[in-house]
Protein backbone atom coordinates (compact mmCIF):
# COMPACT_ATOMS: atom_id res chain seq x y z
CA UNK A 1 0.00 0.00 0.00
CA UNK A 2 0.84 3.42 -0.90
CA UNK A 3 -0.03 6.07 1.52
CA UNK A 4 0.79 10.17 0.45
CA UNK A 5 0.27 12.16 3.43
CA UNK A 6 0.24 15.75 3.11
CA UNK A 7 2.25 16.52 0.95
CA UNK A 8 3.46 19.98 -0.97
CA UNK A 9 5.96 20.44 -3.48
CA UNK A 10 7.25 23.89 -5.50
CA UNK A 11 9.93 24.56 -8.08
CA UNK A 12 11.14 28.22 -6.98
CA UNK A 13 7.86 30.01 -6.14
CA UNK A 14 5.45 27.84 -8.07
CA UNK A 15 3.59 25.80 -6.14
CA UNK A 16 3.19 22.29 -7.91
CA UNK A 17 1.51 19.95 -5.35
CA UNK A 18 -0.11 21.13 -2.71
CA UNK A 19 -0.76 19.27 0.75
CA UNK A 20 -1.92 16.33 -1.13
CA UNK A 21 -3.01 13.41 0.70
CA UNK A 22 -4.17 9.85 -0.93
CA UNK A 23 -4.03 5.89 -0.57
CA UNK A 24 -3.32 3.41 -3.15
CA UNK A 25 -4.26 0.40 -2.35
CA UNK A 26 -2.77 -3.16 -3.27
CA UNK A 27 -4.69 -3.61 -6.81
CA UNK A 28 -5.41 -0.30 -7.55
CA UNK A 29 -5.99 0.66 -11.18
CA UNK A 30 -5.68 4.42 -10.33
CA UNK A 31 -5.06 6.99 -13.70
CA UNK A 32 -3.67 10.47 -12.29
CA UNK A 33 -5.14 13.14 -14.25
CA UNK A 34 -4.90 16.75 -15.07
CA UNK A 35 -3.82 19.47 -17.89
CA UNK A 36 0.07 19.57 -18.98
CA UNK A 37 2.44 20.64 -16.32
CA UNK A 38 0.06 20.49 -13.52
CA UNK A 39 2.67 18.31 -11.78
CA UNK A 40 1.08 14.43 -12.37
CA UNK A 41 5.04 13.46 -13.40
CA UNK A 42 6.23 15.32 -10.50
CA UNK A 43 3.77 13.75 -8.38
CA UNK A 44 4.57 10.13 -9.74
CA UNK A 45 8.41 10.71 -9.50
CA UNK A 46 7.86 11.83 -5.41
CA UNK A 47 5.92 8.29 -5.24
CA UNK A 48 8.97 6.73 -5.85
CA UNK A 49 11.69 8.97 -4.17
CA UNK A 50 13.10 9.93 -7.34
CA UNK A 51 11.79 13.64 -6.17
CA UNK A 52 11.45 14.78 -1.96
CA UNK A 53 8.58 16.58 -1.20
CA UNK A 54 9.27 19.63 0.86
CA UNK A 55 6.54 18.47 3.41
CA UNK A 56 4.90 15.61 4.28
CA UNK A 57 5.58 11.76 4.18
CA UNK A 58 5.26 8.90 1.72
CA UNK A 59 4.34 5.22 2.99
CA UNK A 60 5.20 2.25 1.28
CA UNK A 61 4.58 -0.89 2.42
CA UNK A 62 4.66 0.73 5.89
CA UNK A 63 8.04 2.06 4.93
CA UNK A 64 8.79 5.82 5.25
CA UNK A 65 10.56 6.45 1.80
CA UNK A 66 11.86 9.86 2.79
CA UNK A 67 13.36 8.56 5.74
CA UNK A 68 14.92 5.22 5.31
CA UNK A 69 18.39 4.32 4.20
CA UNK A 70 19.79 4.78 0.29
CA UNK A 71 20.54 1.34 0.26
CA UNK A 72 16.79 0.09 1.92
CA UNK A 73 15.11 3.00 -0.83
CA UNK A 74 16.94 0.64 -3.36
CA UNK A 75 15.75 -2.36 -1.89
CA UNK A 76 12.39 -0.97 -2.18
CA UNK A 77 12.27 0.45 -5.73
CA UNK A 78 12.53 -2.84 -6.71
CA UNK A 79 8.91 -3.53 -5.94
CA UNK A 80 8.28 -1.39 -8.95
CA UNK A 81 8.12 -0.58 -12.60
CA UNK A 82 8.41 2.18 -14.03
CA UNK A 83 7.88 3.52 -17.89
CA UNK A 84 8.67 7.19 -18.97
CA UNK A 85 6.95 9.48 -21.07
CA UNK A 86 9.63 8.97 -23.81
CA UNK A 87 10.74 5.11 -22.97
CA UNK A 88 14.13 6.34 -21.27
CA UNK A 89 15.89 3.57 -22.67
CA UNK A 90 19.69 3.33 -22.57
CA UNK A 91 20.99 5.22 -26.10
CA UNK A 92 24.36 2.71 -25.31
CA UNK A 93 22.81 -0.47 -25.00
CA UNK A 94 20.40 -2.52 -27.09
CA UNK A 95 16.98 -3.17 -26.31
CA UNK A 96 17.96 -6.49 -24.98
CA UNK A 97 21.14 -5.12 -23.07
CA UNK A 98 18.19 -2.60 -21.97
CA UNK A 99 16.07 -5.18 -20.28
CA UNK A 100 18.83 -7.40 -18.83
CA UNK A 101 20.42 -4.81 -17.01
CA UNK A 102 18.50 -4.67 -13.82
CA UNK A 103 17.93 -8.43 -14.50
CA UNK A 104 21.74 -9.28 -13.66
CA UNK A 105 21.97 -6.91 -11.08
CA UNK A 106 18.85 -7.89 -9.02
CA UNK A 107 18.21 -11.85 -9.76
CA UNK A 108 20.76 -14.41 -9.45
CA UNK A 109 19.38 -15.56 -12.73
CA UNK A 110 22.18 -17.10 -15.37
CA UNK A 111 23.16 -16.05 -18.61
CA UNK A 112 20.09 -18.47 -20.18
CA UNK A 113 17.45 -17.42 -17.72
CA UNK A 114 17.90 -13.27 -18.35
CA UNK A 115 18.14 -13.98 -22.22
CA UNK A 116 14.76 -16.21 -21.65
CA UNK A 117 12.92 -13.43 -19.27
CA UNK A 118 14.53 -10.41 -22.07
CA UNK A 119 12.54 -12.82 -25.07
CA UNK A 120 9.33 -13.28 -22.87
CA UNK A 121 9.60 -9.85 -21.51
CA UNK A 122 9.21 -8.73 -25.28
CA UNK A 123 6.93 -11.16 -26.32
CA UNK A 124 4.52 -9.84 -23.63
CA UNK A 125 4.89 -6.41 -25.22
CA UNK A 126 4.75 -7.76 -29.36
CA UNK A 127 8.12 -6.99 -29.65
CA UNK A 128 10.02 -10.28 -30.47
CA UNK A 129 13.38 -10.12 -31.98
CA UNK A 130 14.70 -6.94 -31.77
CA UNK A 131 16.74 -7.57 -28.87
CA UNK A 132 19.85 -6.35 -30.82
CA UNK A 133 18.10 -3.24 -31.97
CA UNK A 134 19.57 -0.12 -30.84
CA UNK A 135 16.71 2.39 -29.09
CA UNK A 136 17.63 4.95 -31.90
CA UNK A 137 16.08 1.92 -34.38
CA UNK A 138 12.81 2.40 -32.79
CA UNK A 139 9.71 4.29 -33.06
CA UNK A 140 8.13 6.25 -30.18
CA UNK A 141 6.11 3.74 -29.81
CA UNK A 142 8.35 0.91 -29.96
CA UNK A 143 10.08 2.62 -27.32
CA UNK A 144 7.22 2.89 -25.14
CA UNK A 145 6.63 -0.77 -25.21
CA UNK A 146 10.22 -1.84 -24.80
CA UNK A 147 10.32 0.75 -21.62
CA UNK A 148 7.31 -1.21 -20.70
CA UNK A 149 8.95 -4.32 -20.98
CA UNK A 150 11.69 -3.22 -19.22
CA UNK A 151 10.12 -2.33 -16.17
CA UNK A 152 7.85 -5.53 -16.17
CA UNK A 153 10.64 -8.21 -16.34
CA UNK A 154 11.04 -7.68 -12.70
CA UNK A 155 8.17 -9.29 -11.86
CA UNK A 156 7.15 -5.65 -9.87
CA UNK A 157 3.99 -5.14 -7.01
CA UNK A 158 3.70 -1.83 -8.60
CA UNK A 159 3.57 0.10 -12.06
CA UNK A 160 4.21 3.22 -12.43
CA UNK A 161 3.50 4.60 -16.21
CA UNK A 162 4.24 8.63 -16.70
CA UNK A 163 2.06 9.55 -19.84
CA UNK A 164 2.59 6.27 -21.47
CA UNK A 165 0.23 6.81 -24.38
CA UNK A 166 1.06 10.49 -25.65
CA UNK A 167 1.57 11.00 -28.39
CA UNK A 168 1.15 7.94 -30.20
CA UNK A 169 -1.63 7.18 -32.79
CA UNK A 170 -5.43 5.58 -31.31
CA UNK A 171 -4.53 2.27 -32.76
CA UNK A 172 -0.96 2.15 -30.20
CA UNK A 173 -2.93 3.98 -27.94
CA UNK A 174 -5.31 1.03 -27.75
CA UNK A 175 -2.15 -1.39 -28.03
CA UNK A 176 -0.24 0.39 -24.85
CA UNK A 177 -3.96 0.74 -23.29
CA UNK A 178 -4.37 -3.15 -23.78
CA UNK A 179 -0.65 -3.76 -22.04
CA UNK A 180 -1.44 -2.27 -19.06
CA UNK A 181 -4.57 -4.16 -18.85
CA UNK A 182 -3.26 -7.24 -19.50
CA UNK A 183 -0.12 -7.01 -16.88
CA UNK A 184 -2.43 -5.33 -14.76
CA UNK A 185 -4.57 -8.43 -14.32
CA UNK A 186 -1.94 -11.24 -14.47
CA UNK A 187 0.90 -10.16 -12.96
CA UNK A 188 -1.71 -8.77 -9.85
CA UNK A 189 0.00 -5.31 -9.29
CA UNK A 190 -0.78 -1.68 -8.76
CA UNK A 191 -0.96 0.35 -12.01
CA UNK A 192 -0.63 3.99 -11.54
CA UNK A 193 -1.01 6.13 -15.03
CA UNK A 194 -0.24 9.28 -15.51
CA UNK A 195 -1.86 10.49 -18.41
CA UNK A 196 -3.93 12.76 -19.81
CA UNK A 197 -5.57 10.92 -22.72
CA UNK A 198 -9.29 10.65 -21.84
CA UNK A 199 -9.26 7.06 -23.93
CA UNK A 200 -6.57 5.78 -21.73
CA UNK A 201 -8.79 7.28 -18.52
CA UNK A 202 -11.85 5.22 -20.01
CA UNK A 203 -9.86 1.74 -20.86
CA UNK A 204 -7.03 1.40 -18.49
CA UNK A 205 -8.06 2.91 -15.22
CA UNK A 206 -10.45 2.08 -12.43
CA UNK A 207 -10.34 4.76 -10.12
CA UNK A 208 -9.22 8.60 -10.94
CA UNK A 209 -7.11 11.12 -9.01
CA UNK A 210 -7.21 14.76 -10.60
CA UNK A 211 -5.15 17.45 -9.80
CA UNK A 212 -6.25 20.77 -10.55
CA UNK A 213 -3.86 23.85 -8.81
CA UNK A 214 -1.97 21.58 -6.69
CA UNK A 215 -4.94 20.04 -5.21
CA UNK A 216 -7.15 16.78 -5.84
CA UNK A 217 -9.79 17.93 -7.57
CA UNK A 218 -11.81 14.88 -7.97
CA UNK A 219 -11.06 11.32 -6.74
CA UNK A 220 -13.44 8.17 -7.29
CA UNK A 221 -14.21 5.64 -9.97
CA UNK A 222 -13.85 6.27 -13.37
CA UNK A 223 -17.54 5.66 -13.90
CA UNK A 224 -18.36 8.19 -11.32
CA UNK A 225 -16.01 10.79 -13.14
CA UNK A 226 -17.15 11.02 -16.76
CA UNK A 227 -20.21 11.20 -14.94
CA UNK A 228 -19.27 14.08 -13.25
CA UNK A 229 -21.24 17.24 -12.70
CA UNK A 230 -18.39 19.18 -11.00
CA UNK A 231 -17.43 22.28 -13.64
CA UNK A 232 -13.26 22.02 -13.94
CA UNK A 233 -14.02 18.26 -14.68
CA UNK A 234 -16.50 18.66 -17.03
CA UNK A 235 -14.01 21.37 -18.45
CA UNK A 236 -11.51 19.15 -18.86
CA UNK A 237 -13.60 16.79 -20.60
CA UNK A 238 -15.08 18.39 -22.70
CA UNK A 239 -11.83 20.53 -23.44
CA UNK A 240 -12.87 23.58 -22.49
CA UNK A 241 -10.33 26.31 -22.79
CA UNK A 242 -12.42 29.09 -21.64
CA UNK A 243 -13.22 27.60 -18.17
CA UNK A 244 -11.18 29.49 -15.69
CA UNK A 245 -12.22 27.35 -12.15
CA UNK B 1 20.43 49.52 -11.31
CA UNK B 2 19.69 47.03 -8.41
CA UNK B 3 20.42 44.12 -10.66
CA UNK B 4 23.74 45.19 -11.69
CA UNK B 5 24.44 45.82 -8.27
CA UNK B 6 23.49 42.60 -7.01
CA UNK B 7 24.69 40.38 -10.16
CA UNK B 8 28.33 39.92 -8.84
CA UNK B 9 27.00 38.24 -5.60
CA UNK B 10 24.81 36.24 -7.42
CA UNK B 11 27.67 34.70 -9.66
CA UNK B 12 29.94 34.47 -5.97
CA UNK B 13 26.86 32.54 -4.32
CA UNK B 14 26.02 30.50 -7.39
CA UNK B 15 29.85 29.51 -7.39
CA UNK B 16 30.16 28.48 -3.88
CA UNK B 17 26.89 26.16 -4.75
CA UNK B 18 28.68 24.58 -7.67
CA UNK B 19 31.54 23.63 -5.46
CA UNK B 20 29.11 22.52 -2.70
CA UNK B 21 27.42 20.39 -5.04
CA UNK B 22 30.61 19.39 -6.78
CA UNK B 23 32.29 17.94 -3.26
CA UNK B 24 28.75 16.55 -2.04
CA UNK B 25 28.90 14.56 -5.60
CA UNK B 26 32.69 13.64 -5.13
CA UNK B 27 31.94 12.16 -1.34
CA UNK B 28 29.49 10.26 -2.70
CA UNK B 29 31.34 8.99 -5.34
CA UNK B 30 34.07 8.02 -2.97
CA UNK B 31 31.48 6.07 -0.91
CA UNK B 32 30.55 4.17 -3.74
CA UNK B 33 33.65 2.77 -3.98
CA UNK B 34 32.84 0.03 -2.52
CA UNK B 35 30.60 -0.73 -4.48
CA UNK B 36 33.27 -1.95 -7.14
CA UNK B 37 31.53 -5.32 -8.12
CA UNK B 38 28.58 -2.95 -10.06
CA UNK B 39 30.47 -0.96 -12.27
CA UNK B 40 34.28 -2.61 -12.35
CA UNK B 41 32.42 -4.85 -15.72
CA UNK B 42 32.04 -0.87 -17.37
CA UNK B 43 35.66 0.32 -16.81
CA UNK B 44 37.51 -1.77 -19.67
CA UNK B 45 34.81 -0.24 -21.93
CA UNK B 46 35.09 3.32 -20.39
CA UNK B 47 38.86 2.94 -20.73
CA UNK B 48 39.14 1.88 -24.16
CA UNK B 49 36.84 4.92 -25.31
CA UNK B 50 38.77 7.43 -23.20
CA UNK B 51 42.02 6.10 -24.58
CA UNK B 52 41.07 5.63 -28.01
CA UNK B 53 38.84 8.27 -28.56
CA UNK B 54 41.81 10.81 -27.70
CA UNK B 55 44.73 8.82 -29.00
CA UNK B 56 45.08 10.31 -32.00
CA UNK B 57 44.54 13.92 -31.10
CA UNK B 58 47.10 12.93 -28.31
CA UNK B 59 49.76 12.18 -30.53
CA UNK B 60 49.51 14.49 -33.31
CA UNK B 61 49.55 17.52 -30.06
CA UNK B 62 52.05 15.60 -28.52
CA UNK B 63 54.50 15.07 -31.78
CA UNK B 64 54.07 18.85 -32.70
CA UNK B 65 54.62 20.50 -29.46
CA UNK B 66 58.00 18.49 -29.22
CA UNK B 67 58.99 19.55 -32.81
CA UNK B 68 58.16 23.41 -32.06
CA UNK B 69 59.72 23.56 -28.94
CA UNK B 70 62.69 21.59 -30.49
CA UNK B 71 62.43 24.66 -33.43
CA UNK B 72 61.97 27.51 -30.91
CA UNK B 73 65.38 26.39 -28.41
CA UNK B 74 67.34 26.54 -31.43
CA UNK B 75 66.21 30.11 -32.22
CA UNK B 76 67.16 31.00 -28.94
CA UNK B 77 70.65 29.39 -28.64
CA UNK B 78 71.63 30.54 -32.35
CA UNK B 79 74.64 32.55 -30.73
CA UNK B 80 76.85 29.56 -31.19
CA UNK B 81 78.51 29.46 -27.98
CA UNK B 82 76.04 27.25 -26.34
CA UNK B 83 76.43 23.25 -26.95
CA UNK B 84 73.32 22.07 -29.95
CA UNK B 85 72.77 19.16 -27.45
CA UNK B 86 70.94 21.76 -25.24
CA UNK B 87 68.18 21.28 -27.56
CA UNK B 88 68.23 17.99 -27.23
CA UNK B 89 67.96 18.66 -22.82
CA UNK B 90 65.64 21.53 -22.81
CA UNK B 91 63.38 19.33 -25.01
CA UNK B 92 63.17 17.02 -22.80
CA UNK B 93 62.55 18.70 -19.68
CA UNK B 94 60.23 20.87 -21.19
CA UNK B 95 58.04 18.19 -22.67
CA UNK B 96 58.12 15.30 -19.79
CA UNK B 97 57.24 18.56 -17.18
CA UNK B 98 55.08 20.71 -18.42
CA UNK B 99 53.83 20.50 -22.39
CA UNK B 100 52.81 17.45 -22.51
CA UNK B 101 51.01 16.95 -19.03
CA UNK B 102 49.69 20.57 -19.71
CA UNK B 103 48.69 20.14 -23.59
CA UNK B 104 47.40 16.39 -23.02
CA UNK B 105 45.04 17.63 -20.40
CA UNK B 106 43.57 20.68 -22.22
CA UNK B 107 43.07 18.40 -25.30
CA UNK B 108 41.60 16.03 -23.81
CA UNK B 109 39.01 18.07 -22.15
CA UNK B 110 37.98 19.21 -24.76
CA UNK B 111 38.06 15.63 -26.59
CA UNK B 112 36.54 13.47 -23.33
CA UNK B 113 35.50 15.93 -20.95
CA UNK B 114 33.48 17.73 -23.42
CA UNK B 115 32.36 14.29 -24.49
CA UNK B 116 31.50 12.73 -20.66
CA UNK B 117 29.23 15.53 -19.84
CA UNK B 118 27.20 15.49 -23.11
CA UNK B 119 26.62 11.90 -22.62
CA UNK B 120 25.76 12.31 -19.42
CA UNK B 121 23.84 15.42 -19.41
CA UNK B 122 21.84 13.77 -22.08
CA UNK B 123 20.98 10.73 -20.18
CA UNK B 124 20.13 13.57 -17.60
CA UNK B 125 17.35 15.28 -19.78
CA UNK B 126 15.69 11.92 -21.28
CA UNK B 127 15.61 10.41 -17.90
CA UNK B 128 17.69 7.78 -18.17
CA UNK B 129 19.50 8.51 -14.88
CA UNK B 130 16.08 8.75 -13.65
CA UNK B 131 15.76 5.24 -15.14
CA UNK B 132 18.77 3.97 -13.66
CA UNK B 133 17.57 4.86 -9.96
CA UNK B 134 14.55 3.35 -10.55
CA UNK B 135 15.44 0.13 -11.47
CA UNK B 136 17.69 0.48 -7.78
CA UNK B 137 21.22 1.56 -9.57
CA UNK B 138 22.94 3.94 -8.31
CA UNK B 139 23.39 6.50 -10.68
CA UNK B 140 26.58 7.44 -9.23
CA UNK B 141 28.58 4.39 -8.89
CA UNK B 142 27.18 3.39 -12.02
CA UNK B 143 27.74 6.76 -14.29
CA UNK B 144 30.42 8.99 -12.58
CA UNK B 145 32.71 6.17 -10.45
CA UNK B 146 34.25 3.90 -13.75
CA UNK B 147 34.83 7.34 -15.63
CA UNK B 148 36.89 8.81 -12.94
CA UNK B 149 38.68 5.63 -12.66
CA UNK B 150 39.45 5.32 -16.37
CA UNK B 151 40.45 9.15 -16.39
CA UNK B 152 43.04 8.46 -13.34
CA UNK B 153 44.45 5.58 -14.85
CA UNK B 154 44.09 6.19 -18.98
CA UNK B 155 45.78 10.02 -18.24
CA UNK B 156 48.95 8.95 -17.59
CA UNK B 157 49.17 6.47 -20.31
CA UNK B 158 48.28 9.27 -22.91
CA UNK B 159 50.75 11.34 -21.12
CA UNK B 160 53.40 8.57 -21.45
CA UNK B 161 52.10 8.41 -25.36
CA UNK B 162 52.49 12.22 -25.82
CA UNK B 163 56.12 12.34 -24.19
CA UNK B 164 57.31 9.78 -26.35
CA UNK B 165 56.09 11.19 -29.62
CA UNK B 166 57.25 14.77 -28.06
CA UNK B 167 60.64 13.71 -28.10
CA UNK B 168 60.10 12.03 -31.07
CA UNK B 169 58.85 15.27 -32.36
CA UNK B 170 61.79 17.33 -31.26
CA UNK B 171 64.27 14.78 -32.99
CA UNK B 172 62.84 15.06 -35.94
CA UNK B 173 62.41 18.40 -36.18
CA UNK B 174 66.21 18.54 -35.03
CA UNK B 175 67.89 16.47 -37.28
CA UNK B 176 65.83 17.64 -40.51
CA UNK B 177 64.76 21.41 -40.26
CA UNK B 178 67.65 22.63 -37.42
CA UNK B 179 70.43 20.74 -38.88
CA UNK B 180 71.71 19.58 -35.65
CA UNK B 181 72.95 15.48 -35.48
CA UNK B 182 71.36 12.70 -33.86
CA UNK B 183 74.11 12.34 -31.60
CA UNK B 184 73.78 15.83 -30.37
CA UNK B 185 70.20 15.68 -29.75
CA UNK B 186 69.73 12.04 -27.92
CA UNK B 187 73.36 12.78 -25.97
CA UNK B 188 71.41 16.39 -24.65
CA UNK B 189 68.18 14.39 -23.86
CA UNK B 190 69.91 11.45 -21.80
CA UNK B 191 72.39 14.27 -20.38
CA UNK B 192 69.87 16.44 -19.10
CA UNK B 193 67.39 13.63 -18.48
CA UNK B 194 66.06 12.75 -15.01
CA UNK B 195 63.45 10.27 -14.07
CA UNK B 196 61.36 12.69 -11.68
CA UNK B 197 60.86 14.86 -14.72
CA UNK B 198 58.80 11.77 -15.90
CA UNK B 199 56.90 11.10 -12.77
CA UNK B 200 56.41 14.45 -12.36
CA UNK B 201 54.46 14.57 -15.42
CA UNK B 202 52.60 11.29 -14.76
CA UNK B 203 51.44 12.69 -11.12
CA UNK B 204 49.97 15.59 -12.64
CA UNK B 205 48.43 13.71 -15.44
CA UNK B 206 46.68 11.29 -13.06
CA UNK B 207 45.48 14.89 -10.80
CA UNK B 208 44.28 15.86 -14.21
CA UNK B 209 42.85 12.76 -15.05
CA UNK B 210 40.41 13.02 -11.96
CA UNK B 211 39.70 16.70 -12.44
CA UNK B 212 38.59 16.46 -15.72
CA UNK B 213 36.31 13.77 -15.33
CA UNK B 214 34.79 14.62 -12.15
CA UNK B 215 34.07 17.96 -13.70
CA UNK B 216 32.67 16.61 -16.77
CA UNK B 217 30.53 14.74 -14.80
CA UNK B 218 29.14 16.73 -12.13
CA UNK B 219 28.25 19.26 -14.84
CA UNK B 220 26.73 16.10 -16.51
CA UNK B 221 24.72 14.79 -13.79
CA UNK B 222 23.09 18.24 -13.09
CA UNK B 223 21.67 19.41 -16.12
CA UNK B 224 18.84 20.50 -16.86
CA UNK B 225 17.10 22.16 -19.77
CA UNK B 226 16.84 19.97 -22.49
CA UNK B 227 19.22 20.06 -25.87
CA UNK B 228 19.91 24.04 -24.59
CA UNK B 229 21.18 22.70 -20.87
CA UNK B 230 23.43 19.77 -22.41
CA UNK B 231 25.22 22.46 -24.98
CA UNK B 232 25.37 24.82 -21.46
CA UNK B 233 27.19 21.73 -19.32
CA UNK B 234 29.18 21.25 -22.29
CA UNK B 235 30.60 24.26 -22.10
CA UNK B 236 30.79 25.14 -18.60
CA UNK B 237 32.80 21.67 -18.02
CA UNK B 238 35.35 22.57 -20.69
CA UNK B 239 36.02 26.64 -19.31
CA UNK B 240 35.61 25.01 -15.63
CA UNK B 241 38.48 22.20 -16.48
CA UNK B 242 40.98 24.92 -17.99
CA UNK B 243 40.61 26.87 -15.48
CA UNK B 244 41.01 24.12 -12.85
CA UNK B 245 44.06 22.24 -15.11
CA UNK B 246 46.20 26.14 -14.76
CA UNK B 247 45.07 26.42 -11.23
CA UNK B 248 45.99 23.22 -10.35
CA UNK B 249 49.30 22.78 -12.46
CA UNK B 250 50.56 25.66 -10.45
CA UNK B 251 49.83 24.03 -7.21
CA UNK B 252 51.41 20.58 -8.09
CA UNK B 253 54.74 22.64 -9.36
CA UNK B 254 54.60 24.99 -6.10
CA UNK B 255 54.10 21.51 -3.81
CA UNK B 256 56.63 19.11 -5.63
CA UNK B 257 59.07 21.35 -6.77
Same mark, same amino acid.
Given at each position: MISIN????????????? +???? $?????????????? !??????? *??TIIGLLRP??GSITIDDQDINKISFKKLQKLRSKF???????? &?????? %????????????? +??????????????? &??????????????????????????????????? @?? *????????????????? +?????????????????????????????????????????????????????????????? !??????? | ????????????????????? @??????? /? *?????? #????????????????????????? /?? &?????????????? &?????????????????????? *??????????????????????????????????ET?S?D? %?????????????????????????????????????????????? %? @????? #???? #?????????????????????????? @?????????????????????? $??????????????
Amino acid at each position: MISINNISKSFSDKVILD +NLSF $TINHGDKIAIIGQS !GIGKSVL *LKTIIGLLRPDNGSITIDDQDINKISFKKLQKLRSKFGMVFQFGA &LFDSMT %VGENIGLALQKLT +NCDRFEINERISNSL &LEVNMENTQDKMPSELSGGMKKRVGIARAIALNPE @YM *LYDEPTTGLDPIMTDSI +NRLINNFHSNGNVTSVVVTHEMKTVRDASERVIMLHNGKIQFDGTTDTFLNSNDPTVVAFLN !GDSTYKG | MKNIILQPFTYIISLFEHIGR @YFDLMSK /T *LRSFTT #WHLYIGFLPEHMMKLGISALPIVVV /TG &LFSGMVTSVQTAYQ &LESGFIPDSYVGGIVCVSVLME *LSPMITALVMTGRVGASIAAEIGTMRVSEQIDALETLSFDP %VSFLIMPRVISGAIMFPVMVVIADLFGLLGGFFAATTSIGISSYDY %V @YGLRD #WFVP #WYAIFGVIKAFSFGIAITSIACYFGY @YTTGGAEGVGKSTTQTVVVSCI $TIVILNYLLAAILL
